[in-house]
């Protein structure tokens, strides 16, 4: 467990950053305007937390903060998604394929499947991946990063075989960890860590959040608000009915179950701390959302359009600016 900062008075943050594919550009953007305010005497950063693109974000956040500073923490962030767009002539075809056959496959039409391990693209878009984590982070700086930290980084994975949740903490993030954490099945294939192979942190925990609660051993070291940030809509007007919205909603609804699961566990705490059910090591925790929003078919997560990227960067700095102001 890292060491707090004395920030005497300030309100102590741990930030929750939901897996969502491409989506999780959103985080970035989000993430890039609210950092700043920690470098101020309110708020004080105590952990961040990720789950596949989310994972991606809190690592290049949390590198980013504690080698050079929250303006460097944002221009690793914006940095990190420029690189995962697709911007070569070849990309861009690959890219508009492969969401032509999402969507397509989302309105129920019948498509060939493969495994990610009968297909040579996956070994290129693995590998891909981590040229792209290792261009922006010095993973071997991580646990000396981590000795000193003021906040923990908790990453999500999902291990295969014992059908277990795992979580990676501090020092033992490493870019291979990430990519455990984004390893979706349909496009990568297991990520061997140890005697262990991992995929999707979806399958697991989206994102991290009671780690927050459980690690630290005395109320002071826990954080007074989880800020969450949120890409699955947990709400949504209208009963879907059309083949491709159905498959939306339940692709939402089942990347939330774990969420709200840790969230109602947060809920069950704070109602148990008022009824003096609890000892003193525990306290209330306040949960925030910064969302997405619910305007984004699912096949969009695998997006990569550098157009696309940068309206999703746009859209988290809008939101994060307005959860700010109503703060205010």
């Not at 930030?15 to 999780?24: P, R």
């Not at 708020?43 to 961040?48: F, P, R, S």
């Not at 940095?79 to 995962?84: A, K, L, N």
């Not at 927050?212 to 826990?222: D, G, I, Q, R, V």
Request: hydrophobic share 40%; with cysteine.
């Amino acid at each position: 467990m890292s060491e707090r900062g004395d920030a005497d008075g300030a309100t102590s943050v741990a930030i929750a950053c939901q897996g969502g594919g491409s989506h999780t550009a959103f985080t970035a953007g989000v993430l890039e305007r609210v950092l700043p305010i920690f470098d101020g005497d309110s708020y004080e950063l105590v952990g961040l937390s990720g789950t596949s693109g989310g994972a991606v974000c809190a690592t290049a956040a949390w590198y980013g903060l504690h080698v050079r500073g929250t303006e460097y923490a944002a221009a690793t962030l914006e940095s990190v998604w420029r690189d995962f767009a697709a911007t070569s002539p070849f990309e861009r075809v690959a890219n508009a394929w492969f969401v032509a056959l999402a969507k397509f496959a989302a309105r129920g039409g019948p498509i060939p499947l493969f495994s990610p391990y009968e297909l040579p693209y996956t070994k290129f878009g693995r590998d891909q991946f981590l040229d792209t984590l290792e261009t922006h982070v010095e993973f071997d700086r991580i646990p000396d990063l981590a000795a000193d930290a003021s906040a923990d980084l908790i990453l999500g994975a999902a291990d295969v075989t014992e059908g277990e949740f795992e979580t990676f903490v501090n020092e033992e993030v490493t870019a291979e960890t990430v990519l455990a954490s984004a390893a979706i099945p349909t496009l990568f294939e297991a990520v061997g860590i140890g005697d262990h192979w991992y995929w999707d942190g979806l399958f697991s925990q989206n994102p991290p959040i009671r780690d927050f609660l459980t690690m630290p051993e005395t109320a002071s070291e826990k954080p007074d608000e989880i800020w969450i940030v949120q890409i699955n809509p947990k709400h949504r007007e209208e009963v879907p009915e059309s083949v491709e919205d159905i498959a939306d909603r339940r692709n939402e609804l089942s990347a939330n179950l774990s969420l709200f699961q840790e969230v109602y566990f947060i809920e069950k705490m704070n109602d148990l701390i008022e009824r003096g059910s609890l000892p003193q090591q525990y306290k209330p925790v306040e949960v925030e959302f910064v969302d997405l929003g619910s305007d984004l078919p699912a096949p969009t997560k695998i997006d990569r359009d550098p157009e696309f990227v940068d309206r999703l960067l746009q859209r988290g700095q809008r939101r994060a600016e307005r959860f700010l102001r109503s703060r205010r």
